[in-house]
Nanobody, 118 residues
């Protein structure tokens, strides 16, 4: 089991920047990939970006060149940051952190709201 605590959401004007952070604790040695997903009102949850234990990254086409995911591992925590630049109103959503174990079990954070005003 891991516990995921997200922070950093908020309200920003279009063109602005935000940084989301997710701290994982617990059985962190079982974590393979971590990532950020988002769910806009009335839409399905979608992948934003993922990062593996070897720092291999994957981005949704809609955020490439604007968002950057980074990972930091310590003995007791794994932290994943999502730096979001040039935000657009269509980036408005609840953003969720996810940790995937090597056995493919997924653990989710509680979500943090990002609102981009035009």
């Amino acid at each position: 089991q891991v516990q995921l605590v997200e922070s950093g959401g908020g309200l920003v004007q279009a063109g602005g920047s935000l940084r989301l952070s997710c701290a994982a604790s617990g059985t962190i040695f079982s974590i393979n990939t971590m990532g950020w997903y988002r769910q806009a009102l009335g839409k399905q949850r979608e992948l934003v970006a993922t990062i593996s234990g070897h720092d291999s990254t994957n981005y949704a086409d809609s955020v490439k060149g604007r968002f950057t995911i980074a990972r930091d591992n310590t003995k007791t925590t794994v932290t994943v940051d999502l730096r979001m630049n040039d935000l657009k109103p269509e980036d408005t959503a609840v953003y969720y952190c996810k940790a995937r174990f090597y056995d493919y079990r997924d653990f989710w954070g509680q979500g943090t709201q990002v609102t981009v005003s035009s």
